[in-house]
Structures are given as C-alpha cells and as structure tokens.
C-alpha cells in the first residue's frame, strides 16, 4: 500500500527566507504526486502537482517541487517566504488515476516577521 | 475554475441524532466524489468514494452504517452520521472530479469542509 511521510510537524522561517519542506512517498508504481495547502479551518488548494514529464513542477504562489525517483521525494521549495506562506502543507501520493489520495501528516509552517 | 461547496460549515448536534453534511461542485458535473474525515492535528484519512448513480466504496475501517453516503446526481453527493456520538467530531472535507473530458476532469477540487460537533 502507498504511504507519505512528511518528516517535518513543525518548521518555522523568518519571512524572506527560503523554505524546503520534505516529503517521501512508498509507492510500487509511478507516482501521482501532489502538495496542497490548508489554511485554518478551510479547505484544500492543491499547490502543485506531478504527474510525468519534467521533474521539476511549478506551482502557484511561487512554490515548486522536484520529483526525485531515486530518493522516493517530492520536496517542496520557495525561494522567498512571505507571511501570508503560514498555513499546513500536506504532501499527498494518488493512485487510481490520482484520484485517490494518500495524504501526509502535514508539515505546520510557521512565518516569522 | 472547477468550485466545490460544503454545507454546513459548521453544526453542532446532540449525541443520538443524525447530520447530513453536502457537497455540491457548482460549476462541473462530478461523477466522483471522495470523503475525508480529519482529526485535530492530524492528516486527512480517506473515507469513502461516491460515483454518481452508485453504491459508495467505503475504505477499510469505515462503519458504512454509521456514514451513509449517497451521490444522487452528477453535483450533490451527502454524508450522513447516524446516531452521531462525541467521537464522530471531526472535519469532514469533500473532493470531486468531473467525468473524462468534462470541466473539472483532470483536477481533484476539495470542498472547505464542514467542522461536526457532537455534544
């Protein structure tokens, strides 16, 4: 069965500053892999996605990740950090066409001004 | 692009009675429809998956009993607690995907969830 590990409950960065939150995925076949962000008490909006093709995928607000197959990753990164960033990542593995996810415990990103 | 509402929010029930929590895409037709329940600090745990017109495929260790779900049409899919108990508070969150060349067919919209509270 597939499963995310997000190593990481807890990061804070002072704003300004650049951000790589981490993700490792167990999965038998290729991956669907995904980043969303929950900002309290709201939904999910899906940051980014990889699906095939280029490892490297842009996201929206600035974020980025990098499909690394060799080390089963999927890290997060963003050069520069702003406050409004502060919010819960969740690293997620689909499968079923990426329909069904398997999501991470979340990583809590914390902003310092 | 593709929108998912939630409804309620947030509702707030004694032990015993039933909820019915909605999950309507406003702008695609979505013949899947998954439920997630989140704990407090936790992630989220798949609950089941709807398709529309269809018995719901609930994951292992999910009392289908206990959460009725049902997707009557292709944009309100509704989960229902039965006899609802203090630990059945949870977040619930809905997600949708629009059928194979549809609006919303290549994108999982999550809905914003809806904050149960049972006393």
């Known amino acids: 069965a597939q499963s995310v590990t997000q190593p990481d409950i807890h990061i804070t960065v002072s704003e300004g500053a650049s951000l790589e939150l981490r993700c490792n995925y167990s999965?038998?076949?290729?991956?669907?892999l995904f980043w969303y962000v929950q900002s309290p008490g709201q939904g999910l909006q899906l940051l980014l996605k990889y699906f095939s093709g280029d490892t490297l995928v842009q996201g929206i607000k600035g974020f980025e990740a990098e499909f690394k197959r060799s080390q089963s990753s999927f890290n997060l990164r963003k050069p520069s950090v702003h406050w409004s960033d502060a919010a819960e990542y969740f690293c997620?593995?689909?499968?079923?066409?990426?329909?069904?996810?398997?999501f991470g415990t979340g990583t809590q990103l914390k902003v310092e001004l | 692009g593709a929108v998912v509402s939630q409804h309620p929010s947030r509702v707030i029930c004694k032990s015993g009675t039933s909820v019915k929590i909605e999950c309507r895409s406003l702008?695609?037709?979505?013949?899947?429809m998954f439920w997630y329940r989140q704990f407090p600090k936790k992630s989220l745990m798949l609950m089941a998956t709807?398709?529309?017109?269809?018995?719901?495929?609930?994951e292992q260790g999910v009392e289908k009993d206990k959460f009725l779900i049902n997707h009557a049409s292709l944009t309100l899919s509704t989960l229902t607690v039965t006899s609802a108990h203090p630990e059945d508070s949870s977040f619930y969150i809905c997600?949708?995907?629009?059928?194979?060349?549809?609006?919303?067919?290549?994108?999982?919209?999550f809905g914003a969830g809806s904050r149960l509270t049972v006393l």
């Open positions: 997600s949708a995907r629009g059928g194979q060349g549809a609006r919303g067919a290549n994108v999982l919209t």
């Open positions: 709807s398709n529309e017109g269809s018995k719901a495929t609930y």
């Open positions: 997620a593995v689909g499968t079923g066409g990426g329909n069904k996810l398997t």
């Open positions: 702008d695609f037709q979505a013949t899947t």
């Open positions: 999965y038998g076949a290729t991956p669907y």
